[in-house]
């Protein structure tokens, strides 16, 4: 119970934290063009409010919701999520959004998002400056593969070095997936550079796996924790675990990945001792460990930096995350992608047990570029939808009718509200067949 509410309070301020930046973007842009911001909230209040305060002499109403859903600026004389037609049917006045020029409304709607992206580039620029900018440098590290990617033809030890003749630099989310979309992979290989042909049906068999892709830490055993399942199934320090209730799991991302699916259970495990294979079942902790730790650790890089230097590297950082979850976006739109969707339990998830500031930023900064990206996304009813209609009305010459808006914000709520059922109802599909 304490881990949950740890991790729910870290999603909790998160989220909030982003909500915020991102309506304070449509907020000073809406001020700057001097368009009368009606309401400014934290979550959403149908019905009623937690808090709210207007301050004298000021024409917007701050508050808190009840429904931690998000959050909105009510802003005059624009068609959203209020649905307010009765205002809309007032003659429109100087200080409302509808009476600016396209232009300026674009900025308006937009706002959000770039705070976004800078509020995570702000982070990762911090944390450089902070702890350093600590990776493994993927063209001098032997990774260890799952399965489904020895099938595709990796083999462990490769140095993955290309894909699609794109360099890879570093063992991270946008090399791993570059990976994962490429047709071809150049791999260092017993000293030779090879190239790989990557079946078509790769990425579909990766998420089906449902298990990490690869590692570059074995699943060798470099001490045992006394008094702990590993050591009372008969575990030796030097024993190199080959696989998991038959699945390969030389990586250790794999190997934790299927002891987390049987927590509180009985595994049967292959492991290689003094060139024999032997096989050892093993009780799972309920935490999804057995006591051991690894034997050896890649060469870490850690690049550091002063003040002012950390913030093009920051940005750097920011562009990598960004360029990843584009490309993690790709595998989503697919029918296994779909099934791996998740909502507020499944980013709850990612947080760590115990509260870690590190951690906690890193995750902050990559769920900022989400929002930003989601929200740019041409849906009805997300600032990318205003922004679309913005552009036709800036490329024609010609506003879309206040009716026609009408509809098609009804019609994005509709389809956000769906997909947030969805996504959240596979959270809780998955918790329960987990039982």
Not at 46 to 60: I, R
Not at 189 to 206: A, N, T
Not at 293 to 310: C, E, M, R, W
Not at 321 to 326: A, P, R, T
């Amino acid at each position: 119970m304490e881990t949950i509410l740890i991790k729910a309070l870290q999603l909790i301020l998160s989220l909030s934290i982003l909500v915020i930046v991102h309506e304070c973007g449509h907020f000073i842009f809406a001020k700057i063009f001097k368009v009368r911001v009606e309401k400014f909230y934290l979550f959403f209040n149908p019905w009623f409010s937690l808090f709210k305060y207007k301050p004298q002499k000021s024409e917007t109403e701050y508050g808190i919701g009840w429904l931690p859903l998000g959050g909105y600026v009510k802003i005059a004389g624009m068609i959203d999520e209020s649905m307010d037609k009765a205002a809309l049917a007032q003659p429109p006045q100087s200080w409302e959004f509808r009476t600016k020029p396209a232009w300026q409304r674009l900025l308006i709607m937009v706002g959000g998002v770039i705070m976004n992206f800078l509020l995570a580039f702000l982070i990762y620029s911090l944390m450089v400056f902070k702890w350093g900018d600590n990776y493994v440098p993927m063209d001098k590290t032997p990774l260890y593969f799952s399965q489904c990617a020895h099938q595709a033809g990796f083999q462990d030890g490769d140095i993955l070095l290309k894909a699609d003749g794109k360099t890879l630099t570093r063992y991270d989310d946008l090399d791993l997936f570059r990976v994962l979309s490429a047709k071809e992979v150049t791999v260092l290989r017993d000293g030779q550079e090879q190239l790989l042909s990557i079946p078509k049906d790769f990425r579909s068999q990766f998420l089906i796996s449902k298990t990490p892709f690869t590692d570059f830490q074995s699943t060798r055993i470099d001490s045992l924790v006394p008094g702990n399942n590993a050591e009372k199934a008969g575990l030796k320090v030097g024993d190199k675990i080959l696989s998991i209730n038959g699945t390969d799991a030389t990586a250790f991302g794999v190997f934790a990945s299927e002891l987390a699916k049987n927590k509180d259970s009985k595994v049967q495990l292959i492991v290689l001792r003094d060139q024999a294979r032997d096989t050892i079942p093993v009780q799972v902790n309920a935490d999804g460990q057995i006591g051991f730790t690894l034997h050896g650790h890649p060469a870490f890089v850690s690049d550091k930096y002063n003040f002012f230097t950390s913030f093009p590297a920051g940005i750097y950082l920011g562009i990598r995350k960004m360029h990843s979850y584009v490309l993690q976006l790709k595998l989503i739109f697919t029918k296994e992608g779909a099934q791996s969707l998740g909502g507020f339990g499944a980013i709850a998830s990612f947080f760590p047990k115990q509260w870690d500031w590190p951690a906690f930023w890193s995750m902050t900064a990559f769920l900022s570029i989400i929002l930003g990206i989601m929200n740019i996304i041409p849906i009805p009813a997300l600032d990318g939808g205003h922004v679309m209609f913005l552009l036709y009305e800036v490329v024609s010459g010609r506003k879309p009718s206040d009716k026609f808006l009408e509809r098609a914000q009804m019609v994005g709520m509709a389809l956000l509200i769906a997909l947030l059922l969805y996504a959240n109802g596979m959270d809780v599909f998955r918790a329960i067949t987990k039982q």
